[in-house]
Structures are given as structure tokens and as C-alpha cells.
């Protein structure tokens, strides 16, 4: 097995040894108390894999936020992807691992001065904005960046988390932005953005805002402007069924909306590539039964991977592991309650499921944890959320 933060080997196994791996990993390196995660480095190539399939034109620019675990950053670097960075923090974590500045996009519409001028000192030259007092920041301190336009999504429906309230122009700002940014400022705008939220779930928001966006680059042929290069169609993608709908809807809108030879075509995909490659790891360190249910305290709660309003409890999937019995053995299912380990009465991972009996230093296995879970560990109530290891496997189909 393989920490992350090491340099060695990582091993390969079938994709049905994965319970044998996680209590290997359990017995050898983590008591109770210590959780971790496993990242299967096979799932990302290919998902890297769908995704050039579905979107053969489309350069995915991975959404730092979501995760940040080096290993995954480093592999979706490897294999061709670039990178969405919203903060100063997010640049640098990008360029540690080599990666170049040319390969990020500042996709942050409202950025502090201090890291405008960050990304101007380190070579990051392309940006985001959507308003005029953007525009000045950037005007001073980065007057060399290219931007792209940030419109608002056409509706606020469509998707899991709408982002239209606090992100992106209407269509009556459109021109005078335009105006002010290349005429007035002197600034060069080079494309669109959009982002239609996250966790897509009509296809047809996607044609809707694509449509949008023609319209600022006809708006910008009007003013005079420079040709627009680059469209970003933003992020809002799981890998599930629906993803091969959404890229048959955004593949033929573009060939409908846009006739330009030389556009330019990025994504900013967050969740799809880590959150089915990463499976976290807790154990039980106390249980209490009350008539037929049965409560479990666990080493990890909402302070840490299961950060309300971050991960979604829809997508996970639950599995008991006991560490002394097998699988068979472990056959009494109760109803039951997972606590995490602080002492907030809100700290409940998961309340009233079904789940086979565990006793203490048993397994819980999460499954879908790769997105916006583990970005969200703090320290609250003495328990250090922020430093729960990684260990890397790669899987076969066998």
C-alpha cells in the first residue's frame, strides 16, 4: 500500500479486492481513531477516458476546490487535464506539483488584490470577471491578464446548486461591461463563461446558456472587438448516465451557435473525476443499543469529510466491514444512527438507516467520497480533520 505522500509502488489489485485491501490498510497502519482514504488512481484514467470520448473538443480545467489530494492532481496532470483554481492557495498548490501557470485558469469572478496580484507575479494569465469594479482591480494589478466574460446562467433551475445569485452578468449588462473592459479599460476579453451550477440535471440548461453566450460574442463583434476565442461551459457534470445526455445536448449546441474555426472550448468539471475514485474509511469507537436500534460514534463527522451543504449524503454509499468475522458472519441488520466523534449534538453523519451490527474497531466504509469532503476537515473539538492520509491503489477489471 501506498501513502500518498510517499514514493513507491502503487499496487495493483481487482476491483473485488478492495475489502481485502482496506483491512489490510486497517490492521497494519490505523487504530481507531484514524480514518483514511483509499484513491483509486484506475477509476480517474477512466473517467479521464469518458470524458475525451464524450467531449473530444472540450478541455477539462479540474475544479481545485472539490479535492485537493496531490496524488489526484498529479494524475489528471499526466493525463492531459488543467486546472480551475478560485484562490491564491489553490494557484500555488497547482504549480508545487510542476504543473505550468499556462494550464490554470483564475475561474474567481470576485478575486482580493493581493491575489490578482499573486497571479500576475506567478505567470497566471487568464481570469474571470462580472462587473466594471473587477475590471479596475485587474486594470491595476494585472493589466496583461485575458479575460473571459461571466454570465449568469439563463435560469436558476437545473441543477442541484444554482450559482446564478452570486455569479454572472445579466444580458441588459452585457454591452456596457464589454464597453468598459476592452474600449474604456483596454483590457482584452477573450471569451465566455458559464456555469450552470452544480450537479446538473437538465441538459437543456447547457443550450440555454451556450445560446447566452453567442450572444456576448455577438455583442462584441458589434462593439468592435477582437474575435473571442474561448468559450467555458463551466462545470455541473457527474459521472452517470445523464453526462452522455448533457454532452450530446452542449456537442450539437455548439455546432449550432458557433461556426467560429479557431474557438476554443474548456470545461470546469469538478466532482466527476474524484468522487467515485476515493472511498473513506472509519471506525467504530463506540456503540450504544437502545431497544432494537443501535447508535455508532465514528472517527470522522461533519467537521470534517461530511461537511453539511459540501458532500451529498445521496450519492454515498455504506458499507459495515468487521475486522474479526467475515462478511457472512456479520448477517443482523438494525436499525441504526452514525455519530461522528465531537461533541455537537449535530455531528450525524447518517440517521435511521438499516446496517448490518458492528462492534467496536469495526469498519464503516464510504463510498462516492471524492468530492467535497475531504477539502472540508478542521480542527473543531480537538479532532484534526485536516490531516486524514491517503493511501493509492490501482484497479483492474478483473
Given at each position: ?379 473543531f473539538n480537538g479532532f484534526d480533520m485536516l490531516s ?11
Amino acid at each position: 500500500m501506498l501513502s500518498a505522500n510517499k514514493n513507491s509502488r502503487v499496487p495493483k489489485i481487482p476491483k473485488d479486492g478492495m475489502t481485502d485491501l482496506i483491512r489490510s490498510i486497517a490492521a497494519e497502519k490505523h487504530e481507531a481513531g484514524q480514518p483514511f482514504y483509499v484513491l483509486d488512481l484506475a477509476t480517474i484514467e477512466r473517467l479521464m477516458d469518458k470524458w475525451n470520448c464524450s467531449f473530444p473538443n472540450v478541455t477539462p480545467f479540474y475544479a481545485v476546490k472539490c479535492n485537493t489530494e496531490p496524488a489526484l492532481l498529479t494524475e489528471l496532470a499526466n493525463l492531459g487535464a488543467n486546472f480551475d483554481c478560485a484562490s491564491l492557495l489553490e494557484i500555488d498548490t497547482v504549480l508545487s506539483l510542476g504543473i505550468s501557470p499556462n494550464r490554470i485558469i483564475f475561474a474567481n469572478p470576485c478575486k482580493a488584490i493581493s491575489h490578482i496580484k499573486h497571479a500576475a507575479a506567478v505567470g497566471v494569465n487568464l481570469t474571470t470577471f462580472d462587473s466594471k469594479f473587477e475590471v479596475d482591480k485587474i486594470k491595476k494589478w494585472h493589466p496583461q491578464c485575458h479575460l473571459l466574460l461571466r454570465i449568469k446562467a439563463p435560469r436558476d433551475s437545473g441543477s442541484l446548486h444554482p450559482f446564478g445569485k452570486k455569479f454572472g452578468v445579466l444580458p441588459e449588462e452585457i454591452e456596457p461591461l464589454l464597453h468598459y473592459a476592452c474600449n474604456v479599460a483596454g483590457l482584452k476579453v477573450v471569451g465566455v463563461s458559464f456555469h450552470v451550477g452544480s450537479v446538473a440535471q437538465d441538459p437543456n440548461i447547457y443550450r440555454e446558456a451556450i445560446a447566452g453566450a453567442r450572444v456576448v460574442f455577438d455583442v462584441a463583434d458589434y462593439l468592435g472587438i477582437p474575435k473571442m476565442q474561448i468559450l467555458d461551459i463551466g462545470g455541473g457534470f457527474r459521472s452517470t448516465p445523464l453526462f452522455e445526455e448533457i454532452a450530446g445536448v452542449v456537442n450539437e449546441s455548439v455546432q449550432d451557435y458557433f461556426s467560429e474555426p479557431n474557438l476554443t472550448i474548456i470545461a470546469e468539471p469538478g466532482r466527476f473525476f474524484p468522487e467515485t475514485a476515493f472511498v473513506l474509511v472509519t471506525h467504530v469507537i463506540g456503540k450504544r443499543v437502545r431497544g432494537e436500534k443501535i447508535e455508532y460514534w465514528i472517527d470522522e463527522g461533519i467537521y470534517g469529510s461530511f461537511r453539511p451543504r459540501l458532500y451529498n449524503s445521496c450519492f454515498v454509499g455504506i458499507n459495515p466491514i468487521s475486522v474479526k468475522a467475515s462478511d457472512e458472519e456479520c448477517s443482523q441488520i438494525c436499525e441504526s444512527t452514525i455519530y461522528g466523534p465531537s461533541c455537537d449534538s449535530l455531528d450525524a453523519v447518517a440517521v435511521d438507516i438499516k446496517l448490518l451490527e458492528l462492534q467496536l474497531d469495526d469498519l464503516i466504509v464510504f463510498y462516492n467520497m471524492g468530492a467535497y469532503s475531504k477539502c472540508g476537515g478542521t480542527k473543531f473539538n480537538g479532532f484534526d480533520m485536516l490531516s486524514i492520509p491517503t493511501y493509492l491503489v490501482s484497479t483492474n477489471s478483473s
